[in-house]
């Protein structure tokens, strides 16, 4: 089972329950072996003192399992100097938090402040205290509003004991009115804020139009229940008549006076109906506002939402409509993406009209002043767009590329090397120990929870001594992450780490993929990082889905058994690129499909290729992606592979004849 220890650790990503993994690896001690407190009864002889110190302090764990903390406290003293040996201190003491002076919890914060669990212990403190009951020794601990849901209704509650009631019963407003469920914590401090008569119909209404807003229809009947007046009641079944039938907002609009409430009303309702009825929405737009006497700054909020809802029309009164509501009141995002739709369709006139109503200094960046320069030269205005398109050259920027490639000039962007003495790590030693200690025992997430803890606590010229550090040890992750952090974006080869070298080569031979583009692709993709994890379940350095990787081992008769293999390096490689070679053999080797479909999915490349019909270039097509993360990543990719043709020495082109010869 070569993932026994990543299942095993899986705890570490929690904070409180940190290398908590029972008796998996060891088996519990027996009593009388923890009393004689003798190294040599639990572990052999021929063991290193490392060795020995990580079977005794997996002993402390067993023993805090069992919750034998003075059994524990006997062990202690073998690895007081074994560097993860906080973490146990950490157990022990939460143990019985309960019981703690906030004297103690505040010395024990400070003595651990290094250690991630640190940021945490207040949080443990807080619920320790509430499930007891302790509000007053709570309100002695916690003299200003904490940050979390629970911890505010803890803190504001406590208040409330203590007599603080005007305190309370604005933090239980500020709690109350929100679009979202609110913690039960908060049961106790409503009820109170409740009985002083401070939930009135006008509060209530404001939760409601809250709810409407965050579309969280099911607290409707909730709040209705507090409702009184005949007055309140109207106006939440009007609310909730709008929620499920927004085409009735012209109607309401018309008829309802003039308020604070109407207004809001109208305005989420007419939001509503943009998403769900566009051309409906466009037909009444004027009278609702008009009825409502609609502020300004909700028009130019509800007309920029509608002309991003009918960017891809096809009907050209929409258009029209669209295009002069982007005239009057265009948000910036939405004037870009209003470009994008001009260079999607090769409109070059309309394209500068769109870059020319950009502010200044989005106007300025080497992205626009890109694409203005190829309007000036499809206006036959060469010489200015060689001089606007010549100041863009030499930067480490996608735009700055493809400049260069349109003037035929060499790719060129500033990289350095980091040869200035770096700030001392001497006092970041205790945690760079505990690193090397988590990757030595494969508790990877433990050790990128450190790392990032000890980066967010470092000064710039800190950050960057440790992603030296990092780059030494070939931790290629935490050197990238270090870089990141300290903004070295010039350090090129800090920045894209040669990792994994053997597998890219062999898996680039098996399956025909150019190892450059491979390496660049799990560099976009996980920053090189074998354990990654994304929101929705991508894993591994080359961050496969699940339903991917099982499709994939299908198609290409792969051995591929559980999710689990995806966080083996070897594995991972061999199914992605598995799948990207199938992918540039379905676009006939073309890069920017591609990568678009890894990122996109296919279908959605098809679409976008559809929309552009073979008429514009790789340029223009690139940035005609509607995903802005689709965009980027694109972009990323072919500036990474670059970087990294550099850094091996390696001929290339950013785009080959094929990709530039094809229409788009």
Not at 167 to 195: I, M, P, Q, R
Not at 197 to 218: A, H, P, Q
Not at 325 to 337: D, I, K, P, W
Not at 559 to 584: A, R
Request: hydrophobic share 35%; glycine share 4%.
């Amino acid at each position: 089972m070569p993932h026994l220890k990543k299942t095993i650790f899986s705890c570490l990503a929690s904070a409180t329950y940190l290398f908590s993994y029972g008796s998996v690896v060891a088996q519990p001690v027996a009593e009388t072996q923890v009393k004689e407190a003798k190294a040599s009864d639990a572990t052999p002889v021929d063991l290193s003192p490392l060795e020995k110190q990580r079977q005794i302090y997996q002993q402390a764990q067993d023993l805090l399992d069992d919750d034998k903390v003075d059994d524990y406290q006997l062990i202690r003293p073998q690895i007081a100097s074994y560097p993860l040996t906080p973490y146990v201190d950490y157990r022990a003491f939460i143990s019985d938090i309960e019981h703690r002076t906030p004297q103690e919890v505040n010395d024990f914060e400070a003595k651990y402040k290094t250690v991630p669990f640190s940021s945490r212990l207040s949080a443990n403190y807080l619920s320790a205290l509430a499930k007891t009951k302790q509000w007053k020794l709570m309100s002695e601990y916690q003299t200003q509003e904490p940050k979390g849901q629970t911890y505010q209704c803890y803190y504001y509650y406590s208040q409330w004991t203590q007599g603080q009631k005007d305190l309370a019963y604005k933090g239980a407003k500020k709690l109350w009115l929100t679009g979202s469920n609110v913690s039960s914590a908060c049961d106790n401090l409503f009820s109170e804020w409740a009985k002083a008569g401070l939930r009135d119909d006008d509060i209530v209404l404001e939760r409601m139009l809250l709810t409407f807003k965050s579309s969280n229809s099911n607290m409707f009947s909730y709040l209705d229940d507090f409702l009184k007046s005949d007055l309140a009641k109207q106006q939440s079944q009007d609310l909730q008549s709008l929620y499920s039938k927004p085409n009735g907002v012209l109607e309401y609009s018309q008829r309802a006076k003039v308020t604070p409430f109407s207004q809001e009303l109208t305005e989420l309702a007419l939001s509503r109906l943009i998403r769900t009825n566009t051309q409906q929405a466009v037909d009444v737009f004027d009278q609702v506002v008009k009825a409502q006497k609609l502020p300004q700054k909700d028009q130019a909020s509800l007309a920029n939402l509608a002309s991003a809802w009918l960017m891809n029309t096809s009907n050209d009164d929409l258009a029209k409509w669209r295009d002069n509501a982007l005239n009057q009141y265009g948000e910036t995002s939405r004037l870009e993406r209003r470009a994008r739709l001009a260079i999607q369709n090769a409109d070059w006139k309309s394209l500068d009209h769109w870059i020319d109503k950009l502010p200044e200094s989005d106007r300025n960046t080497t992205r626009w002043q890109y694409w203005k320069g190829r309007v000036e030269l499809s206006q036959g205005k060469d010489k200015q767009a060689k001089q606007r398109l010549t100041k863009i050259l030499g930067q480490r920027d996608f735009y700055s590329v493809a400049a260069a490639n349109l003037l035929g000039e060499p790719i060129r962007y500033e990289s350095k090397v980091l040869t200035e003495k770096t700030a001392d790590l001497s006092s970041k030693q205790d945690a760079l120990n505990r690193v090397q200690e988590m990757i030595a025992v494969d508790k990877i997430s433990a050790a990128k929870s450190e790392w990032r803890w000890l980066l967010w606590h470092s000064t710039e010229n800190e950050k960057k001594a440790l992603a030296e550090y990092a780059t030494q040890k070939r931790w290629h992750n935490f050197a990238v992450v270090a870089t990141i952090e300290a903004k070295m974006w010039d350090y090129t080869s800090m920045r894209f780490p040669i990792a994994h070298r053997w597998w890219f080569d062999f898996y680039s031979k098996k399956n025909g993929v150019p190892l450059i583009t491979l390496m660049s692709l799990a560099r976009q993709e996980s920053a090189l990082d074998v354990e990654a994890r994304s929101p929705v379940g991508a894993r591994g350095i080359m961050q496969i889905m699940p339903a991917t990787a099982k499709h994939t081992a299908d198609v290409y008769k792969l051995e591929y058994e559980n999710v689990n293999e995806l966080y083996d390096v070897q594995k991972n490689i061999e199914i992605g690129s598995s799948y990207l070679g199938g992918l540039l053999d379905d676009f006939n080797h073309n890069r920017i499909f591609a990568f678009a479909a890894y990122n996109a999915g296919p279908h959605r490349v098809k679409t976008w290729r559809a929309r552009t019909n073979q008429t514009i270039d790789a340029y223009s097509f690139i940035e005609a992606i509607p995903f802005n993360e689709t965009r980027g990543y694109v972009q990323n990719i072919l500036m990474f592979e670059t970087y990294y043709r550099n850094l091996l020495g390696q001929d290339g082109v950013f785009l080959t004849p094929d990709e530039l010869k094809e229409k788009y």
